[in-house]
């Protein structure tokens, strides 16, 4: 059973430019989270897809935008790209139907390098 | 606000006994989390309280009190492989707040 998987594992971007992110959930799972992680920093939730929408968001600017498609898989969209947007990017996916506690699976992450 | 307080950094011998202990303060809770994450890793579950007391996983415990937004992860019988860092996380509406983490240091 694969877990949580991510791709592309490494990315090199300039300032300005946009980027996507793909995640596809662990078999079963149905909800998709992506936080952002900044080296030395606890991961900060960006946002969560369930039924392909967008369910709960966090402090994170308009820049950042996400899709989930019917096979649960999603994508992180960034555009106009930033120095500060550098971060280890994770995936999480889980399953609604756990209840308040929905333990969360996370992938290996993007790391993306901002110039 | 919403913050999550641990140590940053932590050292212990191997087959020594360490504590982590996180203080949260966030505007809705459902239970506290335990991650462990290795450099170039993901983060992985480690435990979940929801209600005051111990849970017990092998080697390492988890604690909760509700009343003093305390909880702390205790590790056991350390192993080299345990060096990581830790993170508290708060469940909030299917969402988690991590804290900063605690870097664990297991020296030989």
């Known amino acids: 059973d694969a877990g949580v998987t991510q791709s592309p594992t490494h990315l090199i971007k300039t300032r300005g430019q946009q980027v996507t992110l793909r995640c596809s959930p662990k078999?079963?799972?149905?909800?998709v989270s992506w936080y952002q992680q900044a080296l030395g920093q606890g991961p900060q939730f960006i946002f969560q897809?369930?039924?392909?929408?967008?369910?709960q968001r966090g402090n994170f600017p308009d820049r950042f935008s996400g899709h989930q498609f019917p096979n649960y898989s999603s994508e992180l969209n960034v555009n106009a790209l930033l120095l500060g947007d550098s971060a280890l990017y994770l995936c999480?996916?889980?399953?609604?139907?756990?209840?308040?506690?929905?333990?969360?699976?996370f992938g290996p992450g993007t790391r993306l390098t901002v110039l | 606000g919403q913050s999550l307080e641990q140590p940053s950094e932590v050292t212990a011998v191997e087959g020594a006994i360490v504590q982590i202990n996180c203080t949260y303060q966030?505007?809705?809770?459902?239970?506290l989390s335990w991650y462990q994450q290795h450099d170039g890793g993901a983060p992985t579950f480690l435990s979940y309280?929801?209600?005051?007391g111990l849970e017990e996983t092998g080697r390492f415990s988890s604690f909760l009190s509700r009343s003093d937004s305390y909880g702390y992860l205790l590790l056991q019988e350390l192993q080299m492989k345990d060096s990581a860092s830790y993170f508290c996380?708060?469940?909030?509406?299917?969402?988690?707040?991590f804290g900063t983490g605690t870097r664990l240091q297991v020296f030989p």
């Open positions: 999480a996916s889980s399953a609604i139907a756990g209840g308040p506690h929905n333990e969360q699976f």
């Open positions: 078999s079963g799972h149905d909800t």
């Open positions: 897809y369930y039924e392909e929408e967008e369910r």
């Open positions: 966030t505007s809705g809770f459902y239970g």
């Open positions: 309280n929801a209600l005051d």
């Open positions: 996380a708060v469940y909030n509406t299917d969402k988690l707040i």
